[in-house]
């Protein structure tokens, strides 16, 4: 969803429902939980550290580019909205909301986009 989000798109049919940020919201939260109480993770029993979420993310955004093939992925916001997505995830202290800082990269990339 955070990839759409990036791209304009407020809300997505993801598996026949339609997903908005509040679905993110509730993602990034329940992984930050599982990282800050060390969570283990099935099967192996492995804890769920900060770097076990950045291997388990990369593995899944390689399989996505690999999916979707490399010019549809690397067109889109995949990368951006994963470390979006992971920095938030993964930060020492729960930020309010995950939009937030995605609503500065719009800007940004809005800003930059209207000077060229």
Request: charged content about 20%.
């Amino acid at each position: 969803y955070t990839e759409a989000w990036l791209g304009g798109n407020g809300c997505i049919p993801i598996h026949g429902m339609m997903e908005d940020a509040a679905t993110a919201e509730i993602a990034r939260t329940q992984v930050w939980q599982w990282i800050k109480h060390g969570a283990t993770l099935q099967p192996g029993n492995q804890k769920l550290t900060a770097n076990r979420f950045r291997t388990i993310m990369d593995e899944e955004l390689a399989s996505l580019r690999k999916e979707l093939g490399a010019a549809k992925f690397d067109g889109g916001n995949w990368k951006e909205a994963a470390q979006l997505f992971g920095d938030s995830a993964t930060a020492p202290d729960l930020a309010d909301f995950l939009t937030l800082p995605a609503y500065e990269r719009i800007i940004l990339k809005d800003t930059v986009s209207s000077h060229m």
